[in-house]
């Protein structure tokens, strides 16, 4: 019999490394250089890598009495959430203010809250106890709240973190509301007691109300319209390398989360929320891509093209059977790694200080920095979605997932807004790779360390395979939607 610590063992470990790099942290100079600490928690994060790759040579089960469940699920989100997290934390080492910088500030505590929210993302993907996902959804909501107003030198960085906390409160709110009115019904909140008892549930009525509180707040982490509005202004003015890591990880959480609620939790419901995935997948599309045509900024184009990809991913729960829980797992995969690539090629080009934060500002990037800049237009080609690269394949997966379950228009309207899409990506490819201004300043490029080059080097080589030879990721994405179907019996 497995021993329970064995089924949260990534969780343990991350969090094991986020208090050692505080006390770490807590017994250093004050005038001591950081940059270790960075190190020591890359180092944490692979061990957690490690332990989650392990978990996939365990039998299926539960620990905790029945409140986590290590599967291949669980194990596919945890490799994928270690890896984004592992990413972030080499770009920042190389990205932050140098020391000495008077920007410089709580760079310690800025590692340790990457590692914790990484044990709630983690927690989050396997817990099969209503009230752990609520705790699970706060570790790593506080964490990215704090890092989203991590420059609280400048005003948009304490708007950033003001207003991506009282929004998602509120949205917190909603899910916390949501899982009272379901214990209010079936007397529980363990995900597979609850399926079966919602057919005698005590008020249907209750049932419906809990269904559309609970999607709120989920819906709202992974910014899908009309659930939408902090992205923006969050991604302006939180640090690059911390919008490559909440642009990705903590949605890769979050869908995974919403497959375990209509899936595990209201299965029954399928003929409502069926329709109502696709009216909400319609609107993120057609909203993001719209809004996003007309942004100078850069990270708030990518704001609201993330807000698109919302969209296409859930176009997929169209589909029948397994399938859409497997086109999610790997949509998430390749825009995890488009979306860090591009982030973290902002954050070098750009500067901490994001003297380039206009799409204007990138003209000439190719001539001046031609490996940044080619490096650039790959991971822009990925999110229009070319053949080739894993944002094509992610999109083609998705939108032949949803024809299959029969929903034609739906595959119909998500080619026509990757169209729209298009439009806006090549808008700052074309400004990358124009020769840069008649008498603009030649800007001196800067030595590129090993952390970043490691991250962006894994997001291009990452978002190479998904698109040439997705086979593996691809098997492992469909053992993961396997394995929750035959737990849940469809």
């Not at 989050?124 to 609520?134: C, P, R, Y």
């Amino acid at each position: 019999m497995t021993p329970d610590l064995f089924r949260i063992l990534p969780e343990v470990v991350l969090t094991l490394v986020g208090v050692l790099v505080m006390l770490t942290d807590a017994s250093m100079a004050a005038r001591s250089s950081r940059r270790p600490l960075g190190w020591m928690a890359a180092l944490g994060v692979v061990a957690a890598l490690v332990a989650s790759l392990w978990q996939g040579t365990l039998s299926a089960g539960t620990a905790f009495f029945g409140t986590v469940q290590t599967d291949a699920f669980s194990t596919f989100f945890h490799v994928l959430i270690c890896g984004i997290v592992l990413t972030a934390i080499l770009l920042s080492i190389d990205t932050l203010p140098p020391d000495g910088d008077p920007e410089q500030h709580h760079i310690g505590e800025y590692f340790a809250l990457m590692v914790f929210g990484a044990v709630g993302m983690c927690l989050l993907t396997s817990a099969v106890e209503l009230l752990v996902v609520f705790i699970a959804l706060e570790i790593s909501s506080i964490s990215t709240y704090v890092l989203a107003g991590y420059r609280k030198q400048t005003g948009k960085g304490a708007e950033a973190g003001m207003k991506y906390f009282l929004l998602g409160s509120f949205a917190t709110a909603f899910l916390l509301y949501g899982i009272a009115m379901v214990f209010g019904a079936t007397g529980t909140t363990q995900v597979q007691e609850i399926a079966t008892l919602l057919p005698a549930a005590r008020s249907h009525a209750l049932v419906l109300l809990a269904f559309g509180l609970m999607m709120v707040g989920v819906l709202f982490k992974v910014s899908a319209a009309p659930f939408h509005v902090w992205t923006p202004d969050v991604y302006e003015g939180a640090p690059t390398p911390v919008v490559a890591l909440m642009s990705t990880a903590p949605k890769v959480a979050a869908f995974a989360l919403i497959v375990r609620l209509l899936y595990g939790v209201f299965p029954l419901l399928h003929p409502l929320w069926m329709p109502l995935m696709w009216m909400v997948a319609v609107v993120s599309m057609t909203v993001g891509n719209l809004a996003a045509l007309r942004q100078q900024n850069a990270k708030r184009m990518l704001a609201y093209s993330s807000i698109a990809h919302a969209g296409y991913l859930l176009a997929a729960l169209a589909g029948a059977g397994a399938e859409p829980i497997a086109a999610i797992g790997f949509y998430t995969a390749a825009y995890a790694a488009m979306n860090v690539g591009i982030f973290a090629l902002m954050a070098v080009v750009g500067g901490y200080d994001e003297h380039r934060s206009t799409i204007a500002d990138y003209r000439g990037v190719l001539h001046q920095r031609p490996v940044s800049g080619g490096l650039m237009l790959l991971f822009l080609i990925s999110l229009i979605g070319i053949p080739f690269t894993g944002g094509f394949f992610a999109k083609f997966y998705s939108f032949s997932t949803a024809m299959q379950g029969g929903a034609g228009w739906l595959a119909l309207i998500g080619l026509l807004n990757s169209g729209v899409a298009a439009a806006y990506y090549l808008r700052f490819a074309l400004s990358i790779a124009q020769p840069a201004a008649t008498g603009a300043r030649a800007e001196a490029v800067p030595r590129i360390g090993v952390g970043v080059s490691a991250a962006i080097g894994v997001a291009a080589l990452a978002t190479l395979v998904l698109g040439i030879a997705p086979g593996h990721v691809l098997d492992a994405a469909h053992a993961a939607a396997q394995s929750f179907a035959a737990v849940r019996g469809f």
